[in-house]
């Protein structure tokens, strides 16, 4: 009998790129992601979770920050520490560092503009479930759609972060060099996604699910759907 990967979405008011993720990972394991209202306060069994991004609560305060004690939340807290895999993306990421699973914060854009279109981006480790199916210094293209997309972490944190292998992915150039022309928001050492320390969750600000299609322009983003189900399943 074939093994699909399960999923969860966690969907908030504001949240609007839940149905762009479900497509992809229907997409890549055959099997429609749950969706569960942010209010539940018992998740389903699920491979994985995904916090797709939006705008949850309208991000008027922090970004994240109110989504982040929201019962569903907690759940998501519980099933990490159970080594269940979790993906957040853009405002998923920004809940991630509020929540406590990834270090750091997100902060407005360096420049305090919204930011919409593809970028470069440079596969920095394979090591994880989310990046197997990549090469380490590949560059992809992959678009953002954020605000709030500056990730900022001390020192210290970061050279933690360097020193286990746990920056997942970096902002480049089409040269695939790091520069402050090619960081989009300021972020710091041009982070664009980390790990946790068990490598099992991801903060990754560009939307991965919106490379999926030839016709929204580009696959630079199948590989991660299609290492996590084979990875999951």
């Known amino acids: 009998m074939l093994a699909f990967m399960k999923s969860v979405l966690i969907t908030f008011p504001g ?13 890549a394991s055959g099997r429609p992601p749950k969706l569960v209202w942010h209010t ?20 008027y305060l922090r970004a994240g920050a109110m989504a982040s004690h929201t019962p569903a939340m907690r759940s998501v807290v519980d099933r990490a520490s159970q080594g269940v895999a979790i993906l957040g993306v853009c405002n998923g990421f920004q809940i991630l560092t509020e929540i406590g699973l ?10 305090l503009k919204f930011i919409c279109r ?11 479930l989310f990046t197997a199916d990549y090469t380490t210094d590949q ?22 972060l360097e020193g286990e292998d ?6 480049v150039n089409t040269n695939g060099q790091t520069s402050g022309e090619a960081n989009p928001n300021g972020s710091a050492r041009s982070i664009a996604g980390i790990l946790n320390q068990n490598r099992r969750v991801l903060g990754f600000m560009p939307h991965p699910e919106n490379a999926t299609d030839p016709a929204l322009g ?10 996590l189900t084979r990875a999951l399943s």
């Open 139 to 160: 560059c992809i293209s992959i678009p953002v759609a954020h605000n709030d997309g500056n990730y900022f972490a001390d020192n210290e944190t970061l050279d933690r």
């Open 15 to 27: 949240t609007n790129r839940e149905r762009d993720m479900a497509m992809a990972l229907e997409r």
């Open 102 to 111: 990834l270090p750091g914060a997100l902060m407005r854009n360096a420049g």
């Open 166 to 171: 746990r920056i997942a992915f970096r902002y």
């Open 118 to 128: 593809n970028l470069d981006i440079r596969v920095e480790t394979t090591d994880c």
């Open 218 to 227: 580009g696959l630079d983003g199948c590989p991660l759907f299609d290492a």
């Open 40 to 59: 539940e306060t018992e998740l389903p069994n699920a491979d994985l979770i995904v916090i797709p991004g939006g705008f949850a609560y309208g991000d």
